[in-house]
């Protein structure tokens, strides 16, 4: 009996030696398990949105350059006739040419250039910057009031001469290409520069019967014609020459139109 406990027991201590029990199954150490892979997501892409472009208003642009220009001639009329009885600032802008108008003469000449065919005005004020450059007697001037036909029509023609060192202006009726009357007979003036290659503003104002003449910003005086030979018509800038080669060149020229 004793050897059954013995043995038994020497049995249970060599099953404890080997790290066995009985009717319990080994336990398997689990695998670690792999970390989730983590997985790109892209940031959305950019939407370009279009900056809207101004739209020229071509119109509105347009009519700024006039009323800028207008705003311009004005000025320089209140620095003429801001002391005068002339109702400027009732009238607008009728015609302006920035780029010079050149008459060019050779020999015993007469030429002109017309302003603008479409262009006829009674009550006006005319200004232009006129260069003369001839090695003669040189007359340079305006035709306004015109009948359409500028050669021979009736017209009234504003001149400013060089005559020998002397200068003078006037302002004449012509019909048929020839002197008719003059309102004003001829005017000498020391306004006007007569060296070759002199630039003299004139300022013609024509209301009515009446014509007021401003050469470079000096006023000449009120002239009359109360036979009123011409009421309105078209313009044209001329020169007379009596030899040689010559020319009188127009710049900074408009005309504005009076009520």
């Known amino acids: 009996m004793k050897r059954l406990q013995y043995f038994a027991l020497f049995v249970l201590l060599l099953i404890l030696a080997c790290g066995i029990m009985p009717g319990a199954a080994p336990t398997a ?8 892979t983590s997985t790109f997501t892209p940031e959305p892409t950019a939407t370009l949105t279009a900056v809207p472009t101004a739209t020229i208003d071509i119109a509105a642009t347009v009519e700024a350059k006039q009323t800028q220009t207008a705003n311009d001639v004005l000025d320089d009329l209140d620095k003429v ?6 109702p400027y600032k ?54 306004f009031r015109s009948e359409p036909n500028l050669a021979e029509g009736k017209q009234y023609q504003f001149l400013y001469m060089r005559l020998s060192g002397l200068p003078a202006w006037a302002i004449e009726v012509h019909e048929f290409g020839r002197f008719k009357n003059s309102p004003t007979t001829v005017k000498y ?52 020459q009596d030899s040689g080669k010559g020319s009188c060149k127009f710049e900074n020229s408009w005309i504005w139109e009076l009520k």
């Open 29 to 36: 150490t689990p695998s670690p398990s792999p970390e989730p």
């Open 90 to 143: 009732d009238g607008h802008l009728a015609w302006q040419e920035n780029k010079e108008i050149t008459v060019s003469l050779s020999g015993p000449d007469a030429m002109y250039v017309e302003v603008d065919e479409k262009l006829a005005a009674g009550n006006f004020i005319l200004k232009s910057d006129v260069t003369w450059n001839a090695t003669g007697i040189l007359v340079c001037g305006v035709i």
């Open 189 to 240: 003036s020391d306004a006007i520069n007569q060296a070759n290659g002199a630039t003299n503003q004139i300022l013609l104002v024509a209301q009515d019967e009446q014509f007021t003449v401003y050469i470079n910003k000096v006023r000449q005086g009120r002239f009359y014609d109360n036979s009123k030979q011409r009421i309105e018509g078209s313009f044209a800038f001329l020169g007379y």
């Open 81 to 86: 006739l801001g002391d005068s009885n002339i």
